[in-house]
């Protein structure tokens, strides 16, 4: 598994800014699990 800290450390600390985000990238690149640990994260 490819570590991702550094893109889910920024996401968590943005998430109550009230801005809307948008996580692009190919077809299974870790998109929906990156959301998923941002909830879990929090």
Not at 13 to 26: F, P, S
Request: with cysteine; net charge positive.
């Amino acid at each position: 598994m490819i570590e991702r800290k550094k893109y889910l450390d920024k996401l968590i600390r943005k998430k109550e800014n009230g801005l809307v985000k948008v996580i692009t990238g190919i077809r299974r690149c870790g998109k929906s699990y990156l959301l998923f640990k941002t909830q879990i994260s929090h």
